[in-house]
């Protein structure tokens, strides 16, 4: 297929990107910024909330599909998060049709049920029941979706995407991550999905303490492979976990201890959800990514669980499990150590 992936460059573009390339599609990449480096089929730069520059763009090499990943994954403004996602989604939809581009695949959000009491499976026909004005906007883009299939007969996926990073960080994870692998499956599926009209799947891993039904995706083709429960021994227990296992949308499902508030935060919900803002140079434990006998070697699932106490500065150190630059200034292997024991 003849692809064109909006927010190429961010970081669930440069996933996709070179799997759909490996994969044999050809891929342009659109973006507000240059180009990584990984497409093959060329680069726009332009802004998707211009629709004529959107236009442009699509005009330029024949397409089969748009995967639509531009915009921002924060918290914003009404005004801003309805230009960042049902804006662009607007303009790519109007360019599709004027093109005959038949196929959308839409990065959604979680946060569109986000204030769903956890508990019961949340299935694809849950009501609308977003968190935020991000999660507002999540849904009108879905609901444009839905217009345009019946409207104008294009095939639109939303794929109401989890936590997507490379391994799960917080318990809430254990419920909503989404590996780059099963993103790679995900989208894959929604490309090739025969005649599926205007569709939703949940868009995470194969999670043994998922929220969100993944039926809904699997009817699609999308059958993910990985599972957060491996990580669950190296996960450590946090204050606000048992406020995020509260609403599917965690930390961005209203008032409560480790709540944010929704508009007036700049933080990502995804992935970098993280309830309170850390101190600078806070002590805190980690699991360590690497084996501390063999650092070459990164902890695997099942192996001894270790811990390393940590001097940090910005809590950016310890978002995505990256292993920080700091100096460990003590080693635990106590296996019941908690952050929260800390002085
Ligand atoms: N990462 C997650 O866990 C997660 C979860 C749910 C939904 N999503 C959605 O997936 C999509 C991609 O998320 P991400 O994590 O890769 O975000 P990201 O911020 O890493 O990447 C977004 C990319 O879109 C580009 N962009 C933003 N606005 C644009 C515009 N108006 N025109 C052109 N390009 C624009 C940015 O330059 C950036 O490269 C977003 O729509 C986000 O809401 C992500």
């Not at 217009?147 to 909503?176: K, Q």
């Not at 101190?279 to 006998?293: I, N, S, Y």
Request: charged share 20%; hydrophobic share 40%; net charge negative.
């Amino acid at each position: 297929m003849q692809i064109l992936v909006s927010g190429a460059a961010g970081s669930i573009g440069q996933a996709i990107v070179p799997a759909l390339t490996a994969a044999g599609h050809g891929v342009t990449g659109l973006d507000l910024v240059e180009t990584p480096g990984h497409a093959d089929g060329g680069w726009h730069v332009a802004d998707c909330t211009d629709a004529d520059a959107v236009l442009d763009a699509v005009a330029a090499q024949p397409l089969d599909a748009v995967v639509h990943l531009a915009g921002n994954p924060a918290e914003a403004s009404l005004p801003d998060s309805l230009a960042s996602h049902v804006l662009t989604t607007a303009a790519l939809l109007d360019a599709m049709v004027t093109h005959g581009v038949g196929r959308l695949v839409y990065a959604s959000s979680n946060h569109a049920v986000g204030r769903t009491p956890a508990g019961e499976l949340v299935g694809t026909d849950a009501a609308p029941r977003p968190d935020t004005y991000y999660g507002v906007s999540k849904i009108a883009a879905e609901a444009l979706m839905q217009l345009f299939a019946d409207r104008h007969g294009i095939d639109a996926v939303a794929c109401r995407i989890g936590s997507f990073l490379p391994e799960p960080v917080h318990r809430r994870h254990l419920a909503t991550w989404l590996s780059p692998d099963d993103c790679v499956r995900m989208v894959e599926a929604a490309l090739a999905a025969p005649a599926p009209g205007f569709a939703t799947l949940y868009g995470i891993s194969a999670n043994t303490r998922a929220w969100w039904d993944l039926a809904p995706g699997r009817a699609l083709g999308y059958h993910p492979q990985d599972d957060a429960e491996a990580w669950a021994a190296l996960l450590p227990q946090r204050p606000e976990d048992d406020f995020e296992a509260s609403m599917v949308g965690g930390p961005f499902a209203g008032e409560g201890p480790g709540a944010r508030r929704s508009t007036e935060s700049a933080s990502r919900p995804e992935p970098f959800a993280q309830s309170a803002p850390a101190p600078a140079h806070h002590r805190v434990v980690v699991p360590a990514q690497h084996r501390l006998d063999r650092p070459q070697q990164r902890c695997r699932p099942g192996d001894p669980e270790i811990h390393l106490l940590l001097e940090v500065e910005p809590r950016a150190a310890v978002r995505r499990g990256q292993q920080p630059a700091h100096p460990p200034v003590e080693v635990a292997t106590d296996r019941g150590l908690q952050a929260a024991d800390l002085p």
